[in-house]
């Protein structure tokens, strides 16, 4: 299924939860931190995935809340996670902000800043039912997954000063 067309207000929600600690970090980024080194592939999917999650997210109103059934466990556990993303990222500004504090890992999360909201909105394309909402996550999670291992690679090489 496409998905039905309409707003979502879900959609937005998980998008405020996105972008307003993104916002923040513009101006509160890890000491040392430099995008020089990212992969060019994995940079183009991490942007499209991000155009195309936003809009699938905004654009289809599946993702908005239904009557309750068993499958209302897929919203509610996305939504546990961006709660859990905005908790990293306050664990993130109270810290020295130094790029060890960026790639943390949060619970069983790995890289949590990078895999908990590519999580929740895998789950929130799976409560949706709607496939290109989980192609373009798929997308975004190669792109922003990869080049978040990238950076904690160079972040664990013996020559990182």
Same mark, same amino acid.
């Given at each position: 299924?496409?998905?039905?067309?309409? /707003?979502?207000?879900?959609?937005?929600?998980?998008?405020?939860?996105?972008?307003?600690?993104? &916002?923040?970090?513009?101006?509160?980024?890890?000491?040392? %931190?430099?995008?020089?080194?990212?992969?060019?592939?994995?940079?183009?999917?991490?942007?499209?995935?991000? !155009?195309?999650?936003?809009?699938? $997210? &905004?654009?289809?109103?599946? /993702?908005?809340?239904?009557?309750?059934?068993?499958? $209302?466990?897929?919203?509610?556990?996305?939504?546990?996670?961006?709660?859990?993303?905005?908790?990293?990222?306050?664990? %993130? /500004?109270?810290?020295?902000?130094?790029?060890?504090?960026? %790639?943390?890992?949060?619970?069983? /999360?790995?890289?949590?800043?990078?895999?908990?909201?590519?999580? !929740?909105?895998?789950?929130?394309?799976?409560?949706?039912?709607?496939?290109?909402?989980?192609?373009?996550?798929?997308?975004?999670?190669?792109?922003?997954?990869?080049?978040?291992?990238?950076?904690?690679?160079?972040?664990?090489?013996?020559?990182?000063?």
């Amino acid at each position: 299924m496409l998905g039905q067309l309409g /707003f979502s207000y879900i959609g937005l929600l998980f998008l405020i939860m996105l972008m307003i600690p993104n &916002l923040m970090w513009t101006k509160k980024k890890p000491q040392g %931190y430099t995008a020089e080194t990212e992969n060019r592939i994995l940079v183009l999917l991490e942007r499209i995935g991000e !155009a195309m999650v936003g809009a699938c $997210s &905004l654009v289809f109103s599946d /993702f908005n809340i239904h009557s309750w059934t068993n499958w $209302s466990w897929w919203l509610i556990i996305a939504f546990l996670l961006m709660v859990m993303y905005e908790f990293w990222w306050v664990r %993130y /500004f109270r810290s020295e902000r130094k790029l060890a504090d960026f %790639y943390s890992d949060l619970l069983v /999360f790995p890289l949590a800043g990078a895999t908990l909201p590519v999580l !929740a909105f895998l789950l929130l394309g799976i409560y949706g039912k709607v496939k290109i909402m989980l192609i373009a996550v798929v997308i975004l999670g190669i792109g922003h997954i990869g080049v978040a291992i990238q950076h904690r690679k160079e972040l664990n090489s013996p020559d990182h000063s």
